[in-house]
């Protein structure tokens, strides 16, 4: 299987080309290769590519940001996705799309099913909303990933801003009132090639197995980082309400994703998050 990835320098573009085993060949492309809102660019891109499947990991994730970058981000979470989708129809070639848990909103309080209505409350949810449907318009037999909390031992993510900050601060606040999964990008992109091989198409959900709050997800990183000697000591980690820290764009406060047919497919759960934490500080700590 060769695949052609977008999004190729960011956390699961990276993942993708580290687990990428026998039968697999990986083409990653990113900036300055290919830039993700020139639509001319993609379609000559994947025209050009003797690739069987298209992995798009391209996004516009600054949740924050996106509130005042709207066009930005719906060119590359909504736009760019559809562009793909239609050339990879027009080539014949498998498409997956990843996606997001930030898709859904409120009103939930158990997992959130593949076929859920939507419901986005910020600018990051809508655009990647905007995506799914493009690509669905395009390509029916495309492959949906919903994600959620991305992280890995490089890039822009939680646990590399929290290692930042427990190094500088003896006290964080930190809000307790959202729940989700964190997901190791690690284990995302086995995930990918395992649903490609499968020849799995339609809406799936996956991130590592459990939930917790960010308040619990920040005192497993300071718990786990002590135990290696990568940080010298526990911060005192306070919870707080989403009130107490407001940001541009609102985020739902339970987005855990139901996982159930993913794990059909899988043939199992993922491992838990902590069991996939305790691995990436670990790695972090390697890396220095």
């Known amino acids: 299987m060769k695949a052609l990835v977008f999004g190729g320098a960011g956390q699961l573009g990276r993942a993708l080309q580290a687990k990428a085993g026998d039968g697999w060949t990986i083409e990653a492309v990113d900036l300055p290769e290919c830039d993700i809102t020139d639509e001319g660019a993609i379609k000559a891109m994947i025209a050009r590519s003797d690739c069987d499947i298209v992995i798009n990991a391209a996004a516009h994730t600054a949740v924050d940001r996106a509130e005042s970058e709207r066009e930005l981000a719906q060119k590359i979470n909504g736009d760019a996705p559809g562009w793909i989708a239609q050339q990879c129809a027009a080539s014949s070639k498998a498409l997956v799309h990843i996606s997001t848990d930030f898709v859904f909103g409120e009103g939930h309080d158990e997992p959130i099913k593949p076929n859920a209505q939507p419901s986005p409350l910020s600018v990051y949810g809508a655009t990647k ?11 029916p037999d495309v492959l949906i990933i919903r994600t959620s909390r991305v992280y890995a031992a ?54 590592n197995d ?6 619990e997800f920040a005192i497993a990183i300071a718990e786990e980082s002590v135990a290696v000697g990568l940080l010298e000591k526990y911060p005192i980690i306070t919870a707080v309400p989403t009130s107490s820290y407001p940001t541009p ?40």
């Open 154 to 207: 490089k890039g822009a993510n939680f646990v590399l801003a929290m290692l930042r900050l427990m190094a500088k601060q003896d006290e964080l606040g930190m809000v307790a009132d959202q729940i989700g999964s964190p997901t190791a990008a690690g284990d995302l992109a086995d995930a990918v090639i395992r649903f490609a091989d499968a020849g799995a198409t339609g809406i799936y959900h996956f991130t």
């Open 249 to 288: 764009a609102r985020r739902p406060a339970y987005s855990v994703l139901d996982k159930q047919t993913a794990w059909g497919i899988l043939g199992g759960p993922a491992r838990h998050w902590r069991d996939a934490l305790s691995e990436t500080i670990l790695e972090i700590q390697e890396n220095g």
């Open 210 to 215: 459990g939930m917790c709050s960010w308040h």
């Open 129 to 139: 909303l905007a995506g799914e449907l493009a690509v669905q318009g395009a390509l």
